[in-house]
């Protein structure tokens, strides 16, 4: 067992992940409770995560001293490695010296981190995100790679096992990122690699007894992935206790209702309500024009459908949700944990404060290809696995400004066409997510003879692993242009198509 201390980086989650691709269990903790998790769990490994923080300051975040006084093996990542250094008797100095992005770390002496992957006079590319870095070294240690603005890129202790990073060995733009944290959990920390999707389920699958008794569960579908693995998961888990409800918002795809019913009707045995609330949703979001404001209103309705129907069945205690760790990240420090709030999804932010049901969430540590992997130990078919996500408020935050029955229906055809195409042209299953979004700005356009005064609709597609960072998708323009010309053949009201190209990060990749 590995301990990941979370000092509130963007990317945490994915030194767990890579650390469950080498077949070894973790436990991610915020740094304030790193220390009793730390007694509790006896890990033969501890990773100190980065973090926006400055160990400069004053009352920045630090390790449980304890950690490196056990014996233990201990990497420090980015800001891990600083306050190893700082904690351990060493000094960092703050600002002048910032690198983000690329950069070329040089390997000046063997280490058992770099066994087998990175050679002594050698360079290596690797990915920087750093404003401080580490000027002495706590004695023990040696400088074992540099890079031109970090002298101490990474540092090790090899007769107590310390190791120090100013990199990201977690993210996939350092290419050896991977093989160097599977020789600090495997080989330095001696785990054995034996964990896999089945211990998960299994895992997962005693987590959701025990958290839940006797009680009732009620389970929020979407159509998408999470939810229905979620909700066969915890089928597995509770069998009749759990009951479905899918909700029709009205903020659906084309076809889709019809679809994920039938799907859930014919392939399980798992008890489905269907609840019509077009009328509520669109009523509440009259006239709403903020993002986060649909984002809350929504989420509030949801509660408020599943309370009721919670109340129909005789009472549910439970409320489970597919929610992933990106939406988690990337919504609120919901755990105490110390990273910012980008948007609130509405399976985490945007619920209320105030609800009578408890959460059950089982999928909240992994990431969408993680869910795809459990789905299919779960059974799941393939079609539905391999289906692009799809938000929780659906097309509401894919029609920037107020939402009208009008536009909804206008990017529901638009919608339609483009993924017919990408289907036609087999590009679906290399494509993350693609999704049109109708913009409130009408432009003006010729057709025939006469002159049109419409929408624009705006086209997305994003290739991705994990929903945390993404590149918009490189079609041909002959495809583009196929899909812009039938879009204004065929959908009235649409006039001009564009095809958004921003990245994640910058961009998110909805709209809102
Ligand atoms: P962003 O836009 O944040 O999206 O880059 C990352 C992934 O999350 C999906 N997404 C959501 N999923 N509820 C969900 O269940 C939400 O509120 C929500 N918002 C975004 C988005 O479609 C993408 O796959």
Redesign the pocket.
């Known amino acids: 067992k590995i301990l990941i201390v979370d000092f509130g980086s963007q990317v945490t989650q994915l030194i767990a992940r890579r650390v469950r691709e080498e077949g070894v269990y973790s436990e991610i903790v915020p740094f304030q409770k790193a220390a009793e998790a730390f007694a509790a769990m006896k890990p033969r490994g501890v990773i100190l995560s980065g973090g926006p923080a400055s160990v400069t300051e004053g009352e920045s975040p630090r390790a449980p001293q304890a950690i490196f006084e056990a014996g233990v093996p201990v990497l420090g990542i980015c800001y891990g490695q600083q306050t190893m250094a700082a904690q351990l008797g060493g000094e960092v100095e703050g600002g002048h010296h910032r690198e983000f992005g690329r950069a070329e770390v040089e390997v000046h002496t063997a280490s058992a981190l770099f066994d087998g992957v990175w050679l002594e006079g050698e360079r290596y590319p690797v990915w920087m995100s750093h404003g401080d870095r580490v000027t002495r070294l706590p004695q023990g240690f040696e400088v074992v790679a540099t890079s031109e603005n970090a002298p101490f890129a990474a540092v090790a202790d090899e007769a107590r096992r310390f190791y120090g990073v100013q990199f990201h060995p977690e993210v996939v733009h350092t290419p050896h990122g991977a093989a160097l944290l599977r020789n600090f959990v495997r080989k330095i920390a001696g785990c054995s690699g034996d964990w896999t999707m089945a211990a998960f389920r299994e895992e997962a699958i005693a987590r959701i007894r025990a958290e839940v008794g006797e009680g009732r569960v009620i389970c929020g579908l ?1 159509g ?1 992935v ?1 939810s229905a693995v979620a909700a066969v998961l915890i089928h597995e888990a509770i069998g009749d206790q759990l009951t479905c409800v899918f909700v029709d918002h009205g903020l659906l795809r084309m076809g889709e209702a019809e679809r994920v019913v039938t799907l859930f009707r014919d392939n399980y045995n798992i008890p489905l309500v269907h609840v019509e609330a077009e009328e509520l949703f669109l009523n509440a979001l009259d006239g709403v024009a903020d993002p986060e404001v649909k ?1 809350k209103t929504i989420g509030k309705l949801f509660i408020d459908v599943f309370e009721a129907e919670a109340k129909k069945i005789g009472g549910a205690e439970f409320l489970a949700q597919g929610t992933l760790y ?2 988690v990240i ?1 919504s609120v420090s919901f755990t105490g944990g110390p990273s910012v709030t ?2 609130s ?3 985490v932010g ?1 619920l209320p404060e105030r609800m009578n049901m408890k959460l059950v969430e089982p999928l909240r540590e992994l990431f969408k290809d993680e869910v795809r992997a459990l789905g299919r130990e779960l059974g799941l078919p393939e079609a539905f696995v391999g289906r692009h ?5 659906g097309l509401a ?1 894919r029609c920037p400004g107020g939402i009208t029955r009008e536009k909804l229906e206008i990017l529901r055809k638009a919608d339609a066409i483009y993924l017919e195409e990408i289907r036609r042209a087999g590009l679906y299953d290399d494509i993350w ?1 693609a999704f049109a979004v109708l913009l409130p700005v009408r432009t003006v356009g010729v057709m025939g003879d006469g002159r049109t005064y419409d929408h624009v609709c705006a086209l997305r597609a994003v290739t991705s692993v994990d ?1 945390m960072t ?1 590149d918009f998708y490189p079609f041909d323009m002959a495809f583009l242009g196929r899909v812009a010309t039938r879009i204004i053949n065929e959908v009235r009201g649409i006039n001009r198509v564009t095809y958004d190209v921003t990245s ?1 990060p910058p961009g ?3 709209w809102e």
């Open positions: 979407s998408g999470d984002r990106p939406d990337e980008i948007k999804h509405h399976n945007g996500p799809f938000p929780g408020p935050i997510q929903g993404a994640k998110t990749i909805e």
